[in-house]
């Protein structure tokens, strides 16, 4: 096969490889759908069976109620009426709405649902008024609200169904679902608050009456709100062995299919008593799947996610039918190639074998190679996919708990700022001041007590100095500490009140705040681990009166009844026996941190100080000192240890910076890592508040962005969340495919001269070996092979050169013998019956050269010899031309003979007078020598003459020939140059004529005979 053939039938092949990969990718696309449809229904069980609970179900529901008052609230209070999806997921319950201005008035009110007293709504919005908006933390303790709290607690009572205190409101958090529990009810207690138009709030409130809720509401609620088109969810019931809920499925339309989900869902729950063996399982029929997860906790309910998936959006036959054609198509190319191309029907040549053996022997390891190399393509991808969404989860993680550290550095920094010389000589100062306005009451108008109480306020100045760096601040300094405590000798106090925001202490009227007074409960606890000797005097000798230790004994024990009701009795001494350290406790403004330790001066304790922060006071300064690290944070380039990362293209594509965002609904207030925000991240972490769960979002389309929304755990008034872009991931494997297709396209060129070059080192040899037989075919022996090569074609090719120069030799000596010689050589039974001899009939020509004799005598060898071989070459050709054969040549002379079985006897005389005519007429021109020519016709011996052990010879003998010989003798060049007997000149006819030759009888004959010379 030729050069342009190979690369032609190999680009045919590449065509139809590349068809087949089409069809691999297909496949695979198919199997990587079915793969992701799977894993969304066991995703979706799982959610199911998390979400079988009140808690979720109400907060699915009012978060599509918030979706409904943010789109239109002015609809609710002007119909009254409960959503639909309300009424059917939610039982027994009361639901109102409640319209606030921004002064915590109620503006307007509506029972979409049952009946809530007016003025419980304005007393409870008033409270989170004062708590939320005008920060007034202590409003549930302070007894300046006592009225309103007794009121509160007795409308509280009424709408709960039972007595109540002041701890139902901190239980009733916003977007949370509180229970309360007596012994004949179950009640659930919902609220939140939204920010509508011209700044005001709509509230809304809803009782559960839990205890008449039927056992079965949550899970029908969920199963009938969870299920799609697509994917049914439902719960089965081990015990009754029959779904418990969303048993009809739109999805199963034959028998024999709801007999199988029914079958698979025993066979599943039968194996409860083996906790090992339950785990999330996937049962399939045909395009039907069904995801049985664990039990639900607590209950007999299993959850069963039914769905039906398909590899394409085509039907099953569809699919197959494309593929079908798609392999008909592959064959009807090869087909068409083998046939019009080649023009030789489906017959493979060798070299187009071999050249598909090559191929397929580099291409199949190379598909197998590909498919690996594809499957840890998408799993690297899903490695970073999964890598990406894990250091999202770990940086809102390390936000949330990241706030304890930088508590801890705070506190560090307070300590510093605390035994600050200037600190130190300012308070030095304000004591003297102190104790002049205690022992001189009349010159008190003359004492500035406040002189020097800007001091204080630059105690938090200066701790949170190192900690303001880098960004600018939108919050009130002010409030960054919420309380700093500072005792010393002789009754001296200053206290930082962050709602008067200023200093007190000047005097004991001002020395009621509960903060002040949490704070000195701590010093009283903490003063007793240390030995009297340790404070400098009056440090701690009061001189309180006793009608004010008691007043203060009576704060002290409400305040404290207040906390170990709120927290217990271990939590309280837990946090107020701890020394030197820093002590936290959840409040309605998130975690309050405080403390309080002794300060030493020149070895001796001189001042008690103390300092309080809750999350409120230091979110700002955290959060963006954080934003500042994550901004810093360099995405950079991975390292580049081996050649092999050059080719990788993620070493040079990098990733976006994490987009982090937090909500504060307490604040009603975000802050970005960034100049801008995103809708998306804004909705989910806005989301995750309200319903206080992890959350977690996939974009798609244009939006190639991984979301998550994670609810504070340590800092409790945030939700963080965080935005990664994974489009880089797009980037980075489209590079690698396109690294791949070029490594495709060099291996294909390097493939195909691979596949031409095997095929040729095998056709190419065969080929040469080839056009040496045709050159033998052509009698051309002077061939030679090239035997260079030390493979199989190298013996063959000088086993050939062999073969041709014996080929030679044999030519060489054919010429010395006749052509019947050869063919007797050739065929073992005409020379068996050769020997033995026969008869033939034979036309005998006899020829000679008048003038030879004389031409030798005077001429060169070497002219002798040229002559005899233009002579004798004349002879042949024309010989073998006419149908004769030279039979032998003896020195000058010639004997042809012309077979009458081949030729007849006419053609036989005709061939041998125009053989000799043809022979005078080319000597014509030479003037040396003239052929003769004596030609008779008759019955001869024909066979090999001679032994075997000696020399054998094929000739004619009998009188014929002898006869010939003499007529040849007779002719003359000048007037006789053909000599013919009386049987030559009777086939002759009357074309040629010819005169008898008058002799007496010709020697070796007894009888006369007729001899004629032809006329020319």
Same mark, same amino acid.
């Given at each position: ?383 970073? #996919?999964? =890598?990406? &969404?894990?250091?999202? *989860?770990?940086?809102? $993680?390390?936000? @949330? /708990?990241?706030?304890?550290?930088? !508590? ?89 009140? #962050?709602? =008067?925001? &200023?200093?007190?202490? *000047?005097?004991?009227? $001002?020395?009621? @705040? /509960?903060?002040?007074?949490?704070? !000195? ?93 809750? &999350? ?401």
């Amino acid at each position: 096969m030729t050069l342009y053939r190979s690369l032609i039938f190999t680009l045919v092949f590449i065509v139809i490889l590349v068809l087949t990969f089409r069809l691999d990718n297909e496949l695979i696309k198919d199997d990587r759908l079915l793969t992701n449809q799977v894993a969304k229904a066991i995703h979706f069980n799982n959610r199911v069976r998390q979400e079988a609970n009140i808690h979720s179900v109400v907060q699915k529901t009012f978060s599509r109620f918030r979706d409904l008052v943010s789109n239109n609230h002015k609809t609710l209070f002007r119909y009254e009426w409960a959503p639909d999806f309300v009424e059917k997921n939610l039982p027994n319950f009361s639901l109102a709405v409640a319209l606030v201005d921004s002064s915590g008035t109620l503006v307007d009110s509506a029972d979409l649902r049952g009946k809530m007293d007016t003025e419980l709504i304005a007393k409870f919005v008033y409270i989170d008024y004062l708590k939320y908006r005008q920060y007034k933390e202590d409003v549930l303790f302070n007894p300046k609200h006592a009225s309103l709290l007794k009121q509160s607690d007795l409308l509280l009572g009424e709408y709960i169904g039972w007595p109540v205190d002041r701890v139902a409101f901190m239980q009733m958090r916003a977007g949370r679902l509180a229970t309360f529990r007596s012994a004949e009810q179950f009640v659930g207690i919902y609220w939140d608050r939204m920010a509508v138009s011209s700044g005001q709030q709509v509230y809304f409130f809803c009782r559960l009456d839990l205890h008449e809720m039927p056992a079965l509401h949550v899970y029908r609620t969920v199963a009938e709100s969870e299920s799609s088109p697509n994917c049914v969810a439902a719960f089965y019931d081990r015990r009754s062995g029959k779904f418990a809920a969303g048993s009809d499925s739109s999805l199963i339309k034959k028998q024999s299919e709801a007999l199988f989900v029914s079958q698979v869902c025993r066979d599943y729950t039968a194996r409860v008593d083996d906790a090992r063996l339950l785990r999330t399982e996937i049962f399939r029929q045909g395009n039907l799947a069904v995801v049985i997860g664990q039990e639900v906790n607590g209950t007999s309910l299993f959850p069963v996610v039914i769905t039906r998936v398909q590899g394409q959006s085509d039907a099953p036959a569809v699919q197959k039918a494309k593929y079908f054609a798609l392999a008909g198509v592959c064959l009807v190319l090869l087909a068409f190639v083998q046939t019009v191309v080649f023009g030789r029907g489906l017959k493979l040549s060798v070299g187009k074998v071999l050249i598909l053996a090559s191929l397929f022997a580099i291409f199949m390891p190379f598909m197998m190679g590909r498919s690996i190399f594809q499957l840890i393509l998408r799993e690297a991808s899903e490695s970073e #996919r999964l =890598k990406i &969404e894990r250091n999202l *989860h770990n940086t809102l $993680s390390g936000l @949330d /708990s990241g706030v304890r550290l930088y !508590n801890a550095n705070l506190f560090q920094s307070f300590l510093r700022s605390f035994a600050h010389s200037e600190t130190l000589q300012a308070l030095k100062e304000a004591r003297k001041k102190q104790a002049l306005y205690d022992k001189s009451p009349d010159e008190r108008l003359k004492i500035n007590l406040k002189e020097h109480d800007a001091s204080v306020l630059q105690i938090a100045e200066r701790a949170f100095a190192p900690f303001l760096t880098g960004f600018e601040t939108a919050g009130d300094a002010e409030r960054r500490a919420n309380a700093i405590f500072i005792m010393g000798p002789n009754g001296f106090l200053r206290y930082y009140d #962050r709602f =008067k925001r &200023e200093v007190v202490g *000047h005097s004991e009227e $001002s020395r009621n @705040d /509960s903060m002040f007074m949490m704070l !000195n409960i701590y010093r009283k606890t903490i003063e007793k681990f240390f030995a009297r000797e340790e404070f400098v005097p009056g440090l701690l000798d009061g001189r309180k009166t006793a009608a004010a230790e008691a007043l203060e004994k009576a704060m002290y024990d409400e305040i404290k009844s207040q906390i170990i009701n709120s927290f217990g009795t271990e939590r309280f001494y837990e946090v107020f026996s701890r020394l030197e350290g820093l002590s936290s406790m959840r409040t309605s403004v998130g975690t309050t941190l405080f403390t309080v330790f002794p300060l030493r001066i020149n070895g001796m304790i001189e001042y008690f100080c103390g300092v309080g922060w809750d &999350e409120y006071a230091i979110g700002e300064s955290y959060l963006k000192n954080a934003f500042t690290n994550i901004i810093n944070v360099k995405n950079n380039r991975r390292n580049i240890s081996s050649l092999l990362d050059l080719l990788d293209p993620a070493a040079f594509i990098t990733a976006t910076p994490i987009l982090v965002q937090t909500f504060s609904g307490f604040r009603a207030e975000s802050f970005f890592s960034q100049d801008i925000e995103s809708a998306r991240l804004s909705t989910l972490v806005k989301s995750a508040s309200r319903n206080r769960r992890l959350l977690r979002y996939t974009g798609i389309g244009d939006d190639q962005a991984i979301y998550q929304a994670l609810p504070g755990r340590y800092l409790g008034l945030y939700t963080v969340g965080g935005r990664q872009d994974t489009s880089h991931l797009d980037r980075i494997e489209f590079w690698r495919n396109m690294i791949f297709m070029s490594g495709l396209l060099v291996f294909l060129v390097f493939a195909v001269l691979a596949a031409v070059n095997i095929s040729r080192s095998f056709t190419g040899p065969l080929e040469h070996l080839l056009w040496g037989l045709n050159c033998i075919e052509t009698g051309n022996y002077e061939v030679k092979l090239k035997d260079s090569r030390e493979d199989e074609f190298g013996s063959i090719s000088r086993a050939f050169n062999r073969m041709v120069k014996g080929l030679r030799e044999r030519n060489a000596l054919g010429n010395f013998v006749s052509e019947s010689v050869r063919r007797l050589a050739r065929n073992p039974e005409l020379f068996e019956k050769a020997r033995q001899g026969s008869e033939a009939k034979f036309t005998i020509l006899f020829a000679d050269f008048d003038g030879f004799k004389e031409f030798a005598a005077k001429a060169s060898d070497q002219e002798v010899q040229r002559k005899l071989e233009f002579s004798l070459e004349r002879f042949f050709r024309y010989a073998q031309e006419y149908g004769g054969e030279v039979d032998k040549v003896v020195g000058e002379k010639l004997l042809i003979v012309f077979s009458h079985e081949q030729l007849g006897k006419k053609n036989a005389a005709v061939a041998a007078i125009k053989l000799a005519k043809r022979i005078i007429s080319e000597f014509r021109p030479d003037r040396d020598i003239k052929p003769v020519f004596g030609i008779n016709s008759g019955r001869v011996i024909s066979g090999i003459i001679g032994t075997p052990e000696v020399r054998v010879d094929n000739t004619v003998i009998g009188d014929p020939v002898n006869v010939a010989a003499r007529m040849c003798s007779l002719a003359t060049s000048e007037g006789m140059p053909i000599i013919i007997s009386g049987a030559i000149r009777d086939c002759l006819g009357s074309n040629y004529r010819a005169r008898p030759v008058a002799i007496e009888k010709i020697r070796g004959k007894k009888q006369e005979v007729e001899v004629f010379s032809l006329l020319l």
